[in-house]
């Protein structure tokens, strides 16, 4: 009897947590860096290769931190929500151009538009690594302090612009 039992009872666990886990938002990724400085560092500027950007220069502003690269299908999906938030003007994005050519970086920007006050570039993904990264695009919102207050995963659309991140970006503002 034990032995028609046993697996039967292996098996509906297995079922129930593959259950559970279907249920659940991938893109909710927990942060550690949530309500923790942002990572420092000291990048060069994308266009710019003799300018030196570090997080002190950023800091004074709540805004946006986007994680992109040009091999990323995701990223280009979500290029015209950036194009679109830039030109509202609610808060300054800035990009972290990840594991990527330089070349190719700035002719999709100058192809596509640039939506970013400044790119930091990040060759070897070490500022990525640093924030947590394990994707792009991912986006940081980060208050005047230089304070990680929100992580997004995934390409920005605009329901997730206007549901998840204006909100967040209206609320660290009146604080």
Aim: glycine share 6%.
């Amino acid at each position: 009897m034990i032995r028609y039992v046993l697996p039967l009872a292996v098996f509906l666990a297995l079922v129930s947590l593959l259950a559970i886990g279907l249920t659940r938002d991938p893109r909710l990724v927990p942060s550690p860096l949530v309500g923790q400085p942002a990572p420092a560092f000291a990048l060069t500027d994308l266009q710019q290769p003799d300018h030196t950007v570090t997080r002190a220069d950023l800091l004074g502003k709540v805004f946006l931190l986007n994680v992109w690269a040009t091999w990323c299908v995701s990223c280009r999906a979500e290029h015209e929500v950036l194009m679109q938030i830039a030109r509202q003007g609610d808060v300054p994005i800035y990009g972290l151009n990840y594991k990527d050519d330089r070349q190719e970086a700035v002719r999709w920007l100058q192809r596509l538009g640039n939506p970013y006050v400044r790119n930091l570039y990040d060759p070897e993904g070490q500022v990525g690594l640093d924030l947590g990264v394990y994707g792009t695009p991912e986006s940081f919102l980060v208050d005047q302090k230089g304070v990680i207050v929100h992580k997004h995963v995934g390409p920005i659309t605009a329901a997730i612009w206007q549901q998840e991140l204006r909100p967040v970006i209206n609320a660290v503002k009146a604080r």
